[in-house]
Nanobody
Framework: QEWFVETGGDVVQPGGSLRVSCAAW??????????IGWYRQAPGTVREMIAG???????WVKDAVKDRFTISRDNAKKIVYLQMNGLKLDDTAVYYC????????WGEGTQVTVSL
């Protein structure tokens, strides 16, 4: 049974920074071979993909956040990071990681709240 664990969410003020982390495990795929995506879901909206990193380290970041968010991976630690700078109120959401494209199996996510 695969699992995804997201950590690092917090309450921050607008303009602040936060780094969230993703640990993932699948029974049939080594972490180094995983393409991983970060997704988020704000209240009342559908879940959206905001960044992804391939096993070969190629990256994609949604245009709306690409000047503020950076995705990276540490294969030795088996962690994928999402560094978020210049946070805005509408970045408030639950942040999830999953494969890219995603499996129909989600972790609990980590809550990021941007608030005055």
């Amino acid at each position: 049974q695969e699992w995804f664990v997201e950590t690092g969410g917090d309450v921050v003020q607008p303009g602040g920074s936060l780094r969230v982390s993703c640990a993932a495990w699948l029974p049939t795929l080594n972490f180094t071979d995983m393409d991983i995506g970060w997704y988020r879901q704000a209240p009342g909206t559908v879940r959206e993909m905001i960044a992804g990193i391939r096993s070969n380290n190629r990256k994609w970041v949604k245009d709306a956040v690409k000047d503020r968010f950076t995705i990276s991976r540490d294969n030795a630690k088996k962690i994928v990071y999402l560094q978020m700078n210049g946070l805005k109120l509408d970045d408030t959401a639950v942040y999830y990681c999953n494969l890219w494209p995603y499996l129909d199996s989600w972790g609990e996510g980590t809550q990021v709240t941007v608030s005055l």
